[in-house]
């Protein structure tokens, strides 16, 4: 396989990352996703009842993320507009759906993050989830009473955390992210987030730093519990571990690396058909800052909208139609299957 360098192309345009995924431009001979799915019984998979709406605010990050799927940063300026998020407050309220995932970039740095909460609170949404990297907590002094918001609201802190020391957290997510990331987990602790008997509940993500699966998330887990107490006096509730799928950056570092093959191959070795009743696609909708709709966030960034033509957007949202679409799927994928399994909310078995 030729590698990215040889090629002279970053290959970072949604167009080129699906011919990478299809084997367009490296010739592979795995089997396809769906091929695979159908020898289990399912060769398209179907929706569940709704049960999470996963909005991304926008792709402004104050940080660049060697694994960043959404390929935000400080550079990037798309961001959803308060009309558009007005609509998915209609749809959350007439349709009843419990929970609001809201994701970016950094979705604290949407102007109209505060209020969305505030109403998204105020209209009875049960669980609204804020995927925060923390350090936003501390890029700016009108961000330093974030945790006092989230607490007022009930909002459950979702951090990505890549590891509990120094160097490997630096080397995936910027130098000084580790040191502002424990600040901010500090300053939440003492708001009461993670605190035994507390509702405020405060969760870590830990995605690999290289071109392989992660661990046992139970395992994982305790050692994060240990090793945050004892050096730092940290607690959290829960560690999800999610597989680094092949797309924008982590697609990049992959090719670059001449990883891309061999991941490939890994994933489709591991495999596990026990994860697909558990998929996030087939109880959630993604939305992206400009309105349209996919089956998760990972196809949201490869622009493969859902197959309901007439309702791709929340100006036509149809639950009735979106119920009975197909799922769409590609090789990425097998992310979401692999070994334990993976998805927004920690692996799946």
Not at 100 to 114: K, S, Y
Not at 142 to 154: N, V
Not at 224 to 230: D, E, Q, S, T, W
């Amino acid at each position: 396989m030729k590698s990215l360098k040889a090629r002279n192309n970053k290959l970072s345009n949604t167009k080129s990352q699906l011919e990478v995924l299809e084997g367009e431009l490296f010739q592979t001979e795995l089997p396809t996703f769906q091929t695979k799915t159908a020898q289990y019984g399912q060769p398209g998979l179907k929706p569940n009842q709704l049960e999470i709406l996963q909005i991304n605010m926008g792709y402004m990050c104050n940080q660049v993320c060697k694994h960043c799927h959404v390929d935000a940063g400080p550079d990037r300026r798309e961001i959803m507009s308060q009309s558009h998020l007005q609509k998915c407050l209609g749809i959350l309220q007439n349709h009843n759906i419990p929970t609001v995932d809201l994701t970016g970039g950094a979705p604290e740095m949407n102007p109209h993050f505060r209020w969305f909460v505030e109403e998204a609170h105020e209209i009875g949404v049960k669980e609204i989830i804020v995927r925060s990297n923390l350090t936003i907590i501390l890029a700016n002094k009108k961000y330093y009473d974030l945790p006092d918001f989230f607490k007022k609201h009930q909002v459950n802190v979702v951090s990505s955390l890549p590891f509990y020391e120094k160097k490997r957290t630096d080397a995936q997510r910027g130098e000084g992210v580790f040191d502002k990331s424990i600040q901010a987990l500090k300053m939440l602790n003492e708001v009461g987030y993670g605190q035994v008997g507390s509702s405020l509940q405060l969760d870590l993500v830990y995605n690999p730093v290289g071109a392989f699966l992660p661990g046992s998330q139970a395992e994982l887990e305790a050692e994060y519990k240990r090793m945050l107490k004892a050096d730092f006096n940290i607690d959290f509730n829960q560690l999800f571990t999610i597989t680094n799928l092949p797309i924008s950056r982590f697609l990049d570092y992959l090719l670059a690396s001449d990883n891309y093959e061999d991941y490939m191959e890994k994933l489709v070795e591991a495999f596990n058909p026990a994860a697909l009743d558990g998929l996030m696609c087939k109880n959630t909708l993604s939305v992206d800052w400009d309105g349209y709709l996919y089956d998760c966030d990972f196809n949201q960034m490869l622009a493969l909208k859902v197959d309901a033509p007439k309702s791709q957007h929340i100006d036509n949202f149809d639950l009735n139609v979106l119920s009975q679409r197909e799922i769409i799927t590609n090789q990425h994928c097998y992310g979401c299957t692999a070994g334990a399994g993976s998805s927004c909310q920690g692996s799946l078995i």
